[in-house]
């Protein structure tokens, strides 16, 4: 489902499948309307969702989201209290975010575009750590979240970081939880183990 517009609060809440985009229209961008600066989807966005991708063009208001268990989502800033009790997706944020990130996060990942430093006060290190993307395996599919969201929107925003993607990608801080990193480990640790069985 597209929009051009702007979306209310709740957007995509309990998505299970499937692909939300919301972007402003071009007209609205040529009469001088800066997505990156405005918030065009409303508090609430992706609460609970389990599935499916979403991308919006421009900034999300508060507890964006929060509860998600399985979903690919792609913003350009957002409120407080983003990705609260958050257990599995990921979330790529493009821009500035609001206080108290992450709180109760157990799972999945986020990746926040932070370039002057300012994230690490703003999130709650309750549960998670701040690390960099280190992979090119990692950067890959952080690269691949960014297109998508460019293909959907036509994010000049994240056309620009595409343009300039082995500078940028250092600027991007990656938000793990700290039971979620244990479980991988172990899980790699045991296939490596029935590999060599």
């Known amino acids: 489902m597209t929009v051009e517009g702007d979306a209310n ?14 972007y402003p229209s071009q007209e609205v961008i040529d009469d001088g309307f800066v997505p990156e600066d405005n918030v065009v989807v409303g508090n609430v966005c992706l609460y609970g969702a389990s599935a499916g991708k979403a991308f ?12 998600n268990s399985g979903a690919l989502a792609v913003v350009e800033g ?36 932070d370039p002057d430093g300012e994230f690490p006060q703003l999130c709650n290190m309750g549960l998670v750590g701040l690390e960099t993307i280190e992979t090119d395996e990692e950067k890959e599919e952080v690269y691949n979240f960014i297109k998508e969201h460019v293909d959907y929107t036509g994010s000049s925003v994240g056309q620009s970081m595409l343009e300039n993607w082995d500078e940028k990608v250092k600027q991007f801080v990656k938000v793990m939880p700290h039971d979620y990193k244990r479980v991988l480990a172990e899980r790699a640790a045991a296939a490596e183990k029935s590999k060599a069985a």
């Open 78 to 113: 957002t409120g407080d209290h983003c990705c609260e009790y958050m257990t599995g997706g990921r979330t790529v944020v493009l821009g500035k975010t609001g206080r108290n990130f992450g709180a109760g996060m157990s799972g999945g990942i986020a990746y926040v575009y």
């Open 56 to 67: 919006f063009r421009g900034k999300a208001g508060e507890r964006f989201c929060v509860r």
């Open 9 to 22: 609060d709740y957007t995509a809440k309990g998505l299970s499948g499937g692909k939300v985009a919301v």
